[in-house]
């Protein structure tokens, strides 16, 4: 396939335990960005990426948050210790730089 | 701080058309977004406006910006059963991928 990829497209925890959710970007993107939308709401922008580097991290919204891309292509967003407020569909996204965002289908994370 | 807003839901009938409002913040954004979210599927981009435009026409789309209002709009020319969805403005915060998505308006079209 040629688009985003994003696993697990849903997962379920329990309060407390660590998940770790993966993006696949559009080979030869450079940017990739990860978003959080909680229901009934637009999606919140979280961490930027350009290459390897995190180039915005602002929107992450604790310390509990962290995203890595350490081959400038997959990323994968770790959250610590969590709780039942970090339930919401993250999406990741990527692109070339010429102003279009493709974004994945998102991983719907249910904390218990 | 301030949020993008839109109205949360909009009903309209198969072959009419379809209006839908924003009010985004900054006076300075350079592009404006729609996107579409149907379910299942991820975000996509449908269209966007630069900001020295007052209208863009895309087939059956018409996109028009007041920015002395910041405002907004999205209309869908003879709407189809196909455009049912969620759609979603958005503007750039500091830079031209990070966005400022508002809440949607969730559009559902009858027969």
């Known amino acids: 396939g040629a688009g985003v990829s994003q696993t697990p497209s849903n997962k379920v925890t329990e309060k407390g335990k660590y998940v770790e959710l993966r993006c696949d970007p559009i080979?030869?993107?450079?940017?990739l960005y990860w978003y959080r939308q909680s229901l009934g709401q637009g999606p919140e922008f979280l961490i930027y990426f350009q290459g390897t580097g995190a180039a915005d991290d602002s929107g992450l919204p604790n310390d509990r948050f962290f995203a890595v891309r350490p081959e400038g292509s997959v990323s994968t967003l770790k959250i610590q210790r969590t709780e039942r407020g970090d339930s919401a569909v993250y999406l990741c996204?990527?692109?070339?730089?010429?102003?279009?965002?493709?974004f994945g289908e998102g991983s719907r994370l249910t904390v218990l | 701080g301030e949020d993008v807003e839109q109205s949360l839901f909009l009903s309209v009938r198969e072959g009419d058309s379809s209006v839908i409002n924003c009010t985004y913040t900054d006076s300075s954004s350079t592009y404006l977004y729609w996107y579409k979210q149907e379910p299942g599927a991820g975000l996509q981009l449908l269209t966007y406006i630069f900001s020295n435009m007052d209208m863009k026409q895309d087939q059956r789309l018409t996109v028009l910006l007041n920015k002395k209002d910041k405002h907004l709009s999205l209309r869908i020319a003879d709407t189809q059963t196909g455009d049912s969805a969620i759609y979603f403005c958005?503007?750039?915060?500091?830079?031209?991928?990070?966005?400022?998505f508002g809440s949607g308006t969730q559009v559902v079209v009858t027969p």
């Open positions: 996204a990527s692109s070339d730089n010429t102003g279009e965002l493709f």
């Open positions: 958005a503007e750039p915060l500091d830079s031209w991928g990070k966005l400022q």
């Open positions: 080979s030869g993107h450079t940017a």
